[in-house]
């Protein structure tokens, strides 16, 4: 995590199923990389994926420049 770019949680739909703490998952990423985006995803849902199609959009844009 401390040089990933972006980090995806998947099926997050599920959380409350498994008891999910996504506020401590992002305080421990934060403590590895202050920098990267995490994004919340669930594919059944949708949730999320605005905002990661966003991110790569804007990674593509990037690379040309």
Not at 7 to 14: E, F, G, I
């Amino acid at each position: 995590f401390a040089r990933a770019d972006v980090v995806l949680l998947n099926k997050s739909d599920l959380f409350s199923v498994f008891d999910f703490d996504l506020d401590a998952f992002r305080r421990g990423i934060r403590m590895v990389n202050q920098e990267t985006p995490v994004i919340s995803l669930s594919c059944r849902t949708g949730l999320g994926m605005d905002e990661w199609l966003a991110w790569l959009m804007r990674q593509k844009s990037a690379s040309k420049a």
